[in-house]
């Protein structure tokens, strides 16, 4: 596997010394590890295990740092180019980390959970725990489950390990000659080799220590680290008159030439999540007295392993201390039971199967990057009806690739019910960007509802930055979309865009070409609603139109201006289907069109009908399927039409067939005239005189609908 390990820095410690075991026994198995810090002291030994270092200036305490945003980022393209397997978070501060890069790569999450920590409200507004999280105790697992109320199954229970054979028994006259070496005098000498907090109890083994100096007075007490509490220890020697018995270490990189010096270890911690020093001290075969919290019981065996004392009891402490002192040979026996005991259960080996395990169940637990089999499918659909037309191939794609799955789409209201009558679309949920999730809360709400649905895999047809956020914030594990406005941070397959010149189909499917999903050569369709179909075939009864009657439909509107054919050209042509070719005519549309249906339709005709504002878009589709023919500009009405199988003559003008024609399964002549400024799609909203849709005349529209209606006619008719 390839496996991403994050953590603060390297400098000595605990969590250090527990990822340079891990990653030793990683390595060994024959994993390749990339290990992001903020360097440290022991820097040199990981380079020598042979893993990749990536450095940044991360070293800071708060989880929501600015100094994160450059790794974050940094990262993100890092796992998009090397794939890993599995990421491994250590601290608090890349536990968040961690997760933010999980959420956007869809890279599983692994954390070890290292001690005992206050719940605060961060904490639990973002736990940050994880795909899996790691207990180094069965008391650690208590406490996350307890405090932090996660779920058992996600906890796994993996105690550390540490490297027996790095720690050697030394015969006492070499031990006696490494503390002349540190200026250590003569005498039985014990020790600690942890942070300077309050926690770790140094104040109360200080205290405990002057009482053992009072009894055997040439006794010396070892204080090995660095911490915020140095100055008031060394205060606290002072005023007990212990300056010839006390004797401070900073911090080392290898605590095994510490150990070599001491006769027995203590560790009088109020809390400890395991408690690697002791384990260490006996590899050492070290006599080791510390307190009965957290998980050290599971290291100590009272009486045979170690002795173990109750927190703040120093009665205890010191008469256990006088004790081995005065029983070497019991003090002997507890040292070499103990080192059986990590021999046989304290191994990094076994740290590192067990962790490999969690990293595996991990990974088969999180969707793969490859087109596999989704359950639930989101597609985020774009705003108008003709372009969420033009994703139906993405739809049926999508059923063919994963079948069984439910194909869910998000998007806006006015297109609803499109998307309702498209046959791969299996559920419409409506982003009311403009009404009830136009806030904060609203958003909120959009994202909750998807985190219900638990969506594996997500398409983002629409281009928008706050879509894809939403996605991302959704926890969809795979997003896919294009690599727009900055935006590919959320994205864990961010798409390039194809380029100028292709069709709106093309443009849409390239989304999922991308990916690995082939397809995209059917033809749109739309469904008929059975009772829109009904409501339809009434209001025609309404007006007087049989089944048998031949019927035009012609839709006036556009969603803008310079795509509208001219007034009189339509007030012509609809006088002329209704005399020359005897047919009804229907003029559907908004209720914004009505004005103007009512303005063209000449007055007098009997067989021509207004129904702008009368029909919904199931009624529209309906309509359009029961009609002969339909005449209308590049506009959703047409692609309609053209979709449910009618025959369609569409009139281009400043847009191209070759972006948005009609791509549906029903015959189709479109009209055009090449003009110099339309060869692109025209934009200019300031067209001053619309000439290339008035260039296309009345005469050419009822060429071109008598012989589409015989037959006998050719795909793209261009004048």
Known sequence: MKILILTTHL????????????????????????????????????????IRLVTYAMRTKCEFSWRLLVPLFSLMHLIRKEHFDVMHAQTRVTQVLGTALAGLSGCPL?????????????????????????????????????DFHVSPTQIHDVRSGIDPENFVIY???????????????????????????????????????????????????????????????????????LQNNVFFFAKTNRTQEFLSLLDIFILPSSKEGLGLSVMEAQAAGLPVIATRVGGIPNLIQDGHTGVLI??????????????????????QALGRQARDFIQKEGSYRIMAKQTQQVYLQSKRETPSRDPANPCRILVFNVNWIGDVIFTGPVFKALHAQYPGSRIICLAVERVRQILECMPDVDEVMVYDEHGRHRGLLGKIQVIRQLRKRKIDLA???????????????????????????????????????????????????????????NGGDDPCELRVDADAETDVKRCLRDWEVDEQARLAVIHIGGNWELKRWPERNFTDLIQRLHDEMNMHIVIPG????????????????????IAAGKTNLKQLIALMARADVVIS????????????????????????????????KGDVIILQKEMVCNREPCYNLDCPDNQCMQAITVDEVMQAVKRIMTCDYHQNLKK
């Open 590 to 609: 908004s209720s914004h069109d009505r004005s103007l249906a009512e303005k063209i339709l000449p007055k007098g005709l009997p067989r021509a009908h």
């Open 110 to 146: 692994v954390t070890t959970c290292h001690g005992f920590f206050q719940p605060r409200l961060s904490r639990r507004l973002w736990p940050c725990w994880g795909k899996a999280v790691i207990a180094i105790s069965p008391q650690v697992r208590e406490h996350l489950e307890k």
């Open 459 to 517: 398409f983002i047809l629409h281009r928008s930055w706050t879509r894809a956020l939403i996605v991302f914030l959704a926890r969809i594990p795979l997003r896919v979309g294009y690599d727009t406005k900055r935006r590919g941070i959320f994205l864990t397959h961010p798409i390039d865009l194809p380029g100028h010149g292709h069709h709106r189909c093309e443009y849409y499917f390239h989304i999922l070409r991308s990916y690995g999903i």
């Open 633 to 664: 500009a590049d506009s959703g009405p047409m692609h309609i039409a053209n979709c449910v199988g009618t025959k369609v003559v569409a009139l281009f003008g400043p847009t191209r067939p070759e972006i948005t024609g009609p791509r549906g």
């Open 11 to 50: 400098d000595a410690g605990g969590i250090t010394s527990y990822l340079y075991n891990l990653v030793k026994g990683l390595v060994q198995d024959g994993h390749r590890i990339v290990l992001v810090s903020a360097g440290g002291n022991r820097v040199q030994e990981f380079e020598r295990l042979g």
């Open 310 to 331: 109750d927190s703040g009891d120093e009665e205890a402490l010191v008469e256990n201390i006088i004790r081995l002192i005065g029983q070497h040979d019991m003090a």
């Open 171 to 241: 015969p006492e006259s070499e031990r006696i000659e490494k503390r002349r070496e540190c200026g250590i005098p003569a005498g039985p000498v014990i020790g600690i080799i942890a942070r300077l907090s309050a926690e770790k109890g140094h104040l109360f083994l200080i205290r405990a220590m002057a009482r053992v100096v009072q009894r055997i007075d040439d006794a010396r007490l070892l204080i090995v680290g660095k911490g915020r509490m140095e100055k008031e220890l060394h205060e606290l020697v002072q005023i007990l008159g």
